[in-house]
Nanobody, 123 residues
Framework: PPVESGGGSVQAGGSLRLSCIASRYLFKPWCMGWFRQTPGKEREGVALIRSDGTTRDGESATDRFTISMDKAKKILYLQMNSLKSEDTAMYYC???????????????????WGQGTQVAVSV
């Protein structure tokens, strides 16, 4: 499965960059995405990036977050700036060996999931 890293505890206003090793999934077409989940709530999409370079924002998206892919290193990133307490969640990396355009943040569409990395933002 994808392997995430980079989570941790940070004060509000700080930044974190999450990483996800994606080498096993970058055979075109592909989608890689970030999701997040808090206890008692459903997993929500943050953002995805496709093999054609296009990106989509999920319902948890914010202009404080940026998804990117280092194709040379085959690592997916989520840069998170100006973090807020409401960003506290488990963040998951997901992969799909397809290019889908409909219902893209439906978790059932994504066959490969990492174990998650915890982000805790304190005020």
């Amino acid at each position: 499965p994808p392997v995430e890293s980079g989570g941790g505890s940070v004060q509000a206003g700080g930044s974190l960059r999450l990483s996800c090793i994606a080498s096993r999934y970058l055979f075109k077409p592909w989608c890689m995405g970030w999701f997040r989940q808090t206890p008692g709530k459903e997993r929500e999409g943050v953002a995805l990036i496709r093999s054609d370079g296009t990106t989509r924002d999920g319902e948890s998206a914010t202009d404080r977050f940026t998804i990117s892919m280092d194709k040379a290193k085959k690592i997916l990133y989520l840069q998170m700036n100006s973090l807020k307490s409401e960003d506290t969640a488990m963040y998951y990396c997901a992969a799909a060996r397809t290019h889908f355009d409909v219902d893209v943040f439906n978790v059932r569409m994504w066959p490969f999931w990492g174990q998650g990395t915890q982000v805790a933002v304190s005020v």
